[in-house]
């Protein structure tokens, strides 16, 4: 990642963090979607955005986020490098190979994904 797209995906965990804290999972969880769109192509965002992902599914007692994550975290220290379905959010409640399209307001901070949008 290019220095505006680190910056983006930094803001957007520091937001899903500060949420995480404050109890407001759902708002959380958006932000880390953000942040996983952003990371994508970085082994260690891509996995970190999952990370966090799996904290909020533990803390929202949702099973299928759980199981989700701990899979999509394998999946990510593995194909972060090779291939990854641009735009996914990353969820458990999405195919974790599906494309999808890349929010416009995400989409000017990218610079690793040109031409694929």
């Not at 990371?39 to 099973?63: C, E, P």
């Amino acid at each position: 990642m290019k220095s505006k797209q680190k910056q983006a995906f930094k803001n957007e965990m520091k937001l899903a963090i500060e949420n995480y804290w404050q109890q407001n999972y759902l708002k959380a969880f958006k932000h880390l979607e953000n942040a996983h769109i952003l990371g994508q192509r970085s082994i260690r965002a891509h996995t970190y955005s999952h990370w966090w992902m799996l904290r909020v599914g533990l803390k929202r007692n949702d099973f299928r986020e759980i199981f989700g994550q701990i899979m999509r975290i394998i999946a990510s220290i593995i194909f972060s490098r090779i291939w990854v379905p641009v735009g996914n959010t990353g969820g458990a409640n999405v195919s974790p190979v599906k494309p999808m399209p890349i929010p416009n307001e995400l989409a000017v901070l990218m610079d690793d994904f040109e031409g694929e949008r």
